[in-house]
């Protein structure tokens, strides 16, 4: 397939995409700032950090160089939301105008509200993309069955992102809400540590159903009220990932609101770890506000995650709620 493509960030998802991409296009081109790990992916042929017992094909080419970027048509953004606008400062200078740009970070700005796409609007870039859905890198590195949803500024950039990633095993579904795509990646997260939280105090599985469900309602409410499409919560980046997120003991913002719910609390800070969830819950707390929307599942997690409110004082509330 004759496209030029770049991914940045080699993380876990990062290299998945890197993987996945390898098997449509000659070659991708992989850029990452550990040096280490740059010289280990071009000789050895692995991302020894994240996958070391997983070979990268060998048309993946690891980058310290952000001008070998410049000849590309589409570049994947596969980094944490908070290095979005450093990553664009110095993207914008080296790049065409008309690249396509596929944001795959679920997370929010704060304060500003921006979701990634809108960030990226700031800049010259016109053709942006978003790519979401219940997916864990690990399964899509292992070339294991796996599906999720794009959605674009135009239809055009959706097709041409669709040809160059999808396979047999990684199916892609074309959607038409860069809006609600993107909230759903947010909103999960929240979803995600309220059952977390739920799990860690040990609450009797028909209770936190409930809460998933009314969680899922409540998904719908703020995605219509900014906008979105009702009938986006119910695509695989809406209910799939939901469900995923807040049930697997893979998903970190899961094992978050375990931890919360325990009274455990990690330093994200000493770890390393980057809970989008965390990040973005004053966010979604201020857009509820905002558009006057009320959700005593994100009442709940604010409640506990930033007012340090005890998570079964928190809970006796959010259950008093429903009904």
């Not at 993380?11 to 081109?29: P, R, T």
């Not at 500003?112 to 053709?127: D, G, H």
């Not at 469900?213 to 900014?226: H, L, P, S, Y």
């Amino acid at each position: 397939m004759d496209f030029n493509v770049g991914v940045i960030g080699a993380g876990a998802f990062g290299s998945a995409i890197c993987q996945q991409l390898s098997k449509n296009l000659d070659d991708v081109v992989l850029l990452l700032r550990n040096e280490n790990l740059c010289r280990d992916i071009n000789e050895k042929g692995y991302n020894t950090k994240y996958y070391p017992n997983v070979r990268l094909n060998p048309n993946i080419r690891a980058t310290l160089d952000i001008s070998d970027l410049k000849d590309c048509d589409v570049i994947f953004l596969t980094i944490p939301s908070s290095a979005y606008r450093s990553t664009l400062d110095e993207l914008k200078d080296i790049v065409n105008d008309d690249v396509i740009l596929v944001t795959t970070a679920k997370g929010i700005e704060y304060p500003s509200l921006k979701t990634m796409s809108r960030i990226i609007a700031e800049y010259p870039f016109k053709n942006i993309t978003a790519l979401s859905g219940p997916n864990f890198a690990s399964e899509i590195m292992l070339n294991l069955p796996s599906i999720t949803n794009i959605a674009s500024t135009d239809i055009e950039s959706s097709k041409t992102v669709k040809e160059m990633l999808e396979s047999k095993q990684f199916k892609i579904r074309i959607i038409e809400d860069m809006q609600g795509i993107e909230l759903c990646g947010i909103l999960k997260n929240i979803n995600a540590i309220a059952n977390g939280i739920c799990e860690g105090l040990n609450i009797n599985e028909n209770a936190r159903f409930a809460v998933l469900t009314k969680g899922f309602n409540d998904t719908i409410k703020i995605i219509e009220a900014v906008g979105g499409k009702s009938s986006t919560v119910h695509e695989y980046c809406g209910f799939g990932d939901l469900i995923l997120t807040s049930t697997s003991k893979e998903s970190r913002n899961h094992t978050l609101g375990v931890l919360y719910g325990q009274r455990l609390i990690i330093n994200e800070n000493a770890s390393g770890i980057v809970f989008e969830g965390k990040n973005s819950i004053r966010a979604i707390k201020d857009i509820c506000t905002a558009n006057d929307v009320e959700s005593c599942i994100v009442d709940f997690v604010y409640e506990v995650i930033i007012e340090k409110i005890t998570p079964i004082q928190a809970f006796n509330k959010l259950w008093d709620k429903l009904e």
